[in-house]
């Protein structure tokens, strides 16, 4: 773990390397308001933890970091010049590492930043020049997850008719959206931003509230904005079958896994949904460069990889969650 005080910007930018076992450890910079650097540290310490496993079960030569430009709560919104320093100072520190950690977006941080950080380092991800955006490639990768999950559950990847929930109709489920409806699905869509209205409305979804759509009686929930929306209240109402979206951290506890087992709903690990823009990203430092193709025939394989957590957790009587987690600690232990 790596923190410092930027010289230009005066802000703490932090690194944390959780493994490089599999390779150099990646992970997006995030810039977010904290209290106080403990919380800050605790934050970039748990985000680089999941980025292991994310990459691990991905089966990507890379291992889990993640980087924190850290604003304090009294100047929560920089002016230009002084995220331009903190950016600066986050790519000092990116580079003091050596390329142990290589950068990309995150909350807070866009591929503009990315052009800016990459002036102090080379060890940056998903310029324009590269990957770029990782949303669409994320969006891609939840359908392909979308799909399998009803393999499982209804016996078939066949959309036509299927009804599906999507809340968040942010960079990938407004995109997850488009997909879903090309394949015949039956959308209801949730948002809390009103404008996103007008998508429903060229897709022909029903537009609902949030809870409302959470709690609605669809075939597949594809939760697709923030994090905990699986808890301890949501839980018991859910009407759905299956749940397959690009949320990070859904369950607000490890242990919710087994209830939505017990209700007989197919949960797909978000970490194993979600990873399309990191395996976009990946093909960016494969000695070829990038190229498109590989991009889409590598983000669709994450079908694969769930196809395995889903097999390996029925052969095992246990569940995705921990199917998919102990396949990234046996990928981690053999690397
Ligand atoms: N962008 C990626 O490539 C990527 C990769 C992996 C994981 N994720 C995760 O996927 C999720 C969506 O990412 P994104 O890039 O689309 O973010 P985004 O910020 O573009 O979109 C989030 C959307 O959710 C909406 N929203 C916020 N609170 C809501 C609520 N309570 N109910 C309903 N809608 C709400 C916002 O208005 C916004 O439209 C996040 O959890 C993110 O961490 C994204």
């Known amino acids: 773990m790596l923190v410092r005080r930027g010289r230009r910007s005066g802000?703490?930018?932090?690194?944390?390397?959780?493994?490089?076992?599999?390779?150099?450890?990646?992970g997006g910079c995030r810039m977010w308001t904290y209290d106080d650097?403990?919380?800050?540290?605790?934050?970039?310490?748990?985000?680089?933890?999941?980025?292991?496993?994310?990459?691990?079960?991905?089966g990507l030569p890379l291992g889990g970091g993640k980087g924190v430009i850290m604003l304090r709560p009294d100047e929560a919104v920089l002016t230009p010049e002084r995220r331009e320093a903190a950016l600066l100072d986050f790519g000092d520190t990116v580079e003091s590492l050596g390329g142990d950690y290589l950068t990309?977006?995150?909350?807070?941080?866009?591929?503009?930043?990315?052009?800016t950080i990459a002036t102090r380092t080379k060890h940056v991800t998903g310029l324009a020049a590269g990957s770029g955006d990782p949303s669409p490639w994320t969006a891609l990768g939840c359908e392909v997850s979308l799909r399998t999950t009803c393999e499982y559950a209804f016996g078939t990847s066949d959309l036509s008719g299927r009804t599906v929930?999507?809340?968040?109709?942010?960079?990938?489920?407004?995109?997850?959206a488009e997909l879903l409806h090309e394949g015949g699905a039956e959308l209801i869509v949730a948002d809390v931003d009103q404008s996103k209205r007008e998508l429903a409305e060229r897709l022909g979804a029903t537009w609902t509230d949030p809870h409302t759509a959470m709690t609605?009686?669809?075939?597949?929930?594809?939760?697709?904005?923030?994090?905990?929306?699986?808890?301890?209240d949501t839980l018991p109402a859910l009407r759905c079958?299956?749940?397959?979206?690009a949320a990070n951290n859904q369950l607000a506890s490890d242990e919710l896994d087994t209830a939505l087992a017990e209700r007989g709903i197919l949960w797909a690990p978000d970490f194993v949904c979600n990873a399309g823009g990191l395996i976009n990203i990946a093909v960016e430092l494969?000695?070829?460069?990038?190229?498109?193709?590989?991009?889409?025939?590598?983000?669709?394989?994450?079908?694969?990889?769930?196809?395995?957590?889903?097999?390996?957790?029925?052969?095992?009587?246990?569940?995705?969650?921990r199917a998919a987690l102990e396949l990234g600690r046996e990928r981690l232990s053999a690397a």
């Open 11 to 26: 802000l703490f930018t932090m690194v944390a390397v959780h493994s490089t076992a599999r390779g150099p450890s990646l």
């Open 241 to 245: 079958k299956a749940i397959a979206g």
């Open 216 to 232: 609605a009686e669809v075939d597949v929930l594809a939760p697709c904005a923030l994090g905990g929306v699986l808890n301890d």
């Open 37 to 58: 650097s403990r919380a800050a540290m605790r934050d970039v310490l748990r985000l680089s933890r999941a980025m292991t496993f994310k990459a691990a079960v991905a």
């Open 286 to 321: 494969e000695p070829d460069g990038y190229s498109t193709e590989r991009a889409d025939t590598n983000v669709r394989a994450v079908g694969d990889t769930l196809r395995q957590i889903f097999d390996s957790a029925a052969s095992s009587n246990t569940t995705p969650l």
């Open 104 to 115: 990309a977006e995150d909350v807070g941080t866009s591929e503009e930043a990315m052009e």
């Open 165 to 176: 929930a999507v809340i968040g109709l942010g960079n990938v489920g407004a995109r997850l």
